[in-house]
Structures are given as C-alpha cells and as structure tokens.
C-alpha cells in the first residue's frame, strides 16, 4: 500500500472519489492524522449509505435520519468497513471536510493540515480485527508518505473538538492501534500535544 506522491491517492484501496473537499492552504503538508467513527443510519453497519454520504447522493427517503443529514457536505479522506475494506473519497493532497471546528497543540482548522479516517463503527462496539489490521498499513503508508505525521499526530476527533465530538469512543482501543504500529503506546488526551 502506498500513497502516489504527485496525486494524493493510495494504491490498493477503492477510490471513491468525492466534491466535499478544497485545497488546503498553499504550502500546507498534511500533518496529523485524525481517527473517526461513523455508521449509517446510527448503529448500522454495511449499505453503502456512508459512501453515498460523503459523495452527496444520500437518499433521505431510506431513513428518517437521513433526512437530517443528507443536505451536509461532509467527507474524510478514508473509511474503513467493518471487513477491512478501506475507500479513499478524497486525495491527501486535498483539504477533507472531515474535522469541523476543531483544534490540536493550540492550531485552529484541523482540516487545514490533517488527514481523516473513518472507521464503520460506533463509541461504544469494538472496532473489528480487521480494522485495526487495514488502519495499521494505511497508517503506515501515511506517515512514510508524510512523516510529520508522527505518533504525537495522531489523534481522536473527540481530542479535537471536546464537547462537540466523541468518536472513535471508548469502543477505540488506543493501546492495540498503537502497538501494532511499534510506538509508544501512551493515549492521547493524555500526551504532550506538539
């Protein structure tokens, strides 16, 4: 798995490509990883309905929730299924619209400077085996792709945004993710944000 330098893309994954993104701001590199959970309609997993989200082409006529949402212009870079099975919706040279109003070591506008993945889950159900295993090698691919994106950045949207977010949740084990990447397993919130 590896991240084309020249246009932002992963290789061996699904490309998905959605409108929900801009440039970021000139000379911004991507910098901070920004781990997220998401299922639709809450608690639900599979349907494709999160991929038809962040491509604008909810139906909000399959789902009462739906219709709450369907209007909002929102996408991560990537989403990882409950089998694994990860999709790029928009290309790491890009600005995601993922993070919202948001803040890490003091900088405002994560979206700016961060990469967003999602994981097909809730804050409270375990993420899968597979999971951790995809989020393992797509985070490997992007801190050799983009080595500012070191272990002290990477971080929770609840980190983020406190009070407003609470994903990837106590579901999240923080302790397995990072030690599958071979870092120091201390939980963020409670490290030193640089």
């Not at 909000?60 to 990860?86: M, N």
Request: proline share 7%; aromatic share 10%.
């Amino acid at each position: 798995m590896q991240i084309n330098s020249h246009d932002g893309w992963c290789s061996e994954v699904n490309h998905c490509p959605s409108p929900h993104h801009n440039e970021r701001p000139a000379g911004e590199v991507a910098s901070l990883l920004v781990i997220h959970n998401i299922s639709l309609p809450p608690g639900r997993f599979g349907g494709g309905h999160v991929q038809a989200f962040f491509q604008g082409h909810l139906d909000s006529a399959v789902h009462p929730y739906f219709a709450e949402i369907a209007a909002l212009k929102v996408s991560a870079h990537f989403l990882i299924e409950r089998d694994g099975t990860i999709t790029q919706f928009v290309s790491c040279l890009k600005r995601a619209w993922h993070a919202g109003r948001s803040q890490y070591g003091g900088r405002p506008e994560c979206n700016d400077y961060s990469i967003g993945i999602e994981l097909e889950g809730t804050d409270d159900l375990p993420f899968t085996p597979a999971q951790y295993g995809s989020l393992q090698a797509l985070t490997k691919a992007l801190q050799y792709a983009y080595p500012d994106i070191s272990r002290y950045r990477i971080t929770g949207h609840e980190f983020i945004a406190p009070g407003r977010k609470t994903d990837p949740g106590v579901g999240f084990d923080w302790q397995r993710y990072f030690h599958s990447l071979n870092k120091a397993s201390v939980l963020p919130g409670s490290e030193r944000q640089s």
